[in-house]
Nanobody, 123 residues
Framework: VQLQASGGGLVQPGGSLRLSCTPS????????KGWFRRAPGKEREFVAA????????DYTDSVKGRFTISGDNAKNIVTLQMNDLKPEDTAVYYCAELKTPAIRHGAQWYGYWGQGTQVTVSS
């Protein structure tokens, strides 16, 4: 099973994109899902996550107020609405399954990584 991220593209600063994360292959449900990103020359970093048990969400500070994670538990699909995009948001975005009941920011707490989707913010 892998999680496929889609919806990336090229957008001007201040623009919006909506990313989707859908499972491929046999589906199952763990505790939630998270979004990560990797910018050129940088480490992979946590962006946002949602917990299925209580629909709690969490975000890294740099995207709070601009990004919104939401999900359909029944369909096991998660989206990331990204508004007011900035050049520093440019990265490959990945989604993954949360392996613990509590939302955590470390990538080691997530699994079933799939191919990411490129987001480029540039004028």
């Amino acid at each position: 099973v892998q999680l496929q991220a889609s919806g990336g593209g090229l957008v001007q600063p201040g623009g919006s994109l909506r990313l989707s994360c859908t499972p491929s292959g046999r589906t199952f449900r763990r505790y939630g899902k998270g979004w990560f990103r990797r910018a050129p020359g940088k480490e992979r970093e946590f962006v946002a996550a949602i917990s299925w048990s209580d629909s709690r969400t969490d975000y890294t500070d740099s995207v709070k107020g601009r990004f919104t994670i939401s999900g359909d538990n029944a369909k096991n699909i998660v989206t990331l609405q990204m508004n007011d995009l900035k050049p520093e948001d440019t990265a490959v975005y990945y989604c993954a399954e949360l392996k613990t009941p509590a939302i955590r920011h470390g990538a080691q707490w997530y699994g079933y990584w799939g191919q990411g989707t490129q987001v480029t913010v540039s004028s």
